[in-house]
């Protein structure tokens, strides 16, 4: 896909009050602000317009959009995030995105964390983690199957969301870490697998001809760099204190 457009958040003063299952501190505003900054200039320079939402300080999470909705070519899904104290930022991004697509809230009472829902090409993978349940992996699936779009269920034995682990490089290619190196789901693609020491570096995105890595993932940046496309590192070290990746700082909408 081609990125013509992303939608962004400005972190919030309360960021240190985000959910996290790491004990790696509490992010400090200013240096947050100061890391999105160089993400939306990475987004920027890799081609894509980006819009930039003001902070939602009562949200100390609203800076991660990906989780609260999913763009399809022809309409923006809006999930219902599985952590209760998240729900309100659907609302809270509701006008911008309809304002692109048209908006469908996801059907009925079960959970989804746009996190969790990985595209390549003409197949969605949709994990069932802590934050995305049954019934709101069945909803989504119903709706890009009348899309003609495939839906393959992922299990998430490890990390916050399907996406904390993998993520496209291109159709055929994912990069991900080892716990999922030999998923069945993936077992067709073409797999990049992080080092050890390099795990939250699978949180790479792939915008137009280039990728965007955590800073400081040297084997990383080698790996992807030998496939031939070029690497735009950004430190992440704030987002990683609440659990937040590259992938979860930007709506992404484009031509396929
Ligand atoms: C949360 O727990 O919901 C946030 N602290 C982190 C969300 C990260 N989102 C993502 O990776 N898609």
């Given at each position: 896909m081609r990125v013509t457009h992303a939608i962004c958040r400005r972190p919030g003063?309360?960021?240190?009050?985000g959910l996290t299952t790491v004990d790696e501190g509490r992010p400090d505003p200013e240096r947050t602000c100061a890391q999105f900054d160089a993400y939306v200039a990475a987004l920027r320079a890799l081609g894509a317009t980006v819009d930039v939402l003001d902070p939602?300080?009562?949200?100390?999470?609203?800076?991660?959009?990906?989780?609260v909705a999913v763009i399809t070519p022809d309409a923006v899904v809006l999930t219902r995030p599985g952590?209760?104290?998240?729900?309100a930022e659907v609302e809270a991004i509701a006008g911008d995105l309809a304002a692109r697509a048209p908006v469908i809230p996801l059907p009925g009472d079960g959970t989804l964390d746009g996190g969790d829902v990985l595209r390549l090409g003409d197949t969605f993978y949709v994990g069932r983690s802590a934050r995305t349940d049954a019934a709101g992996a069945a909803a989504f699936a119903a709706l890009v199957h009348e899309r003609d779009f495939a839906c393959v269920e992922v299990p998430v034995p490890?990390?916050?969301?399907?996406k904390s682990s993998v993520n496209a490089l291109d159709d055929e290619t994912v990069i991900l870490t080892a716990d999922f190196a030999d998923a069945p789901a993936f077992a067709a693609l073409r797999r990049l697998v992080v080092a050890s020491e390099e795990?939250?570096?699978?949180c790479a995105l792939r915008v137009n001809d280039g990728v965007i890595v955590p800073a400081g993932s040297p084997r990383t940046r080698a790996g992807i760099e030998a496939l031939g496309l070029a690497v735009h590192e950004v430190d992440t070290s704030e987002f990683r204190k609440t659990?937040?990746?590259?992938?979860?700082?930007s709506l992404r909408f484009g031509t396929i």
């Open positions: 003063a309360s960021v240190a009050d939602l300080d009562d949200h100390p999470d609203a800076h991660y959009v990906e989780d952590a209760p104290q998240r729900r490890a990390g916050l969301h399907l795990t939250y570096a699978a659990d937040g990746g590259l992938t979860c700082l």
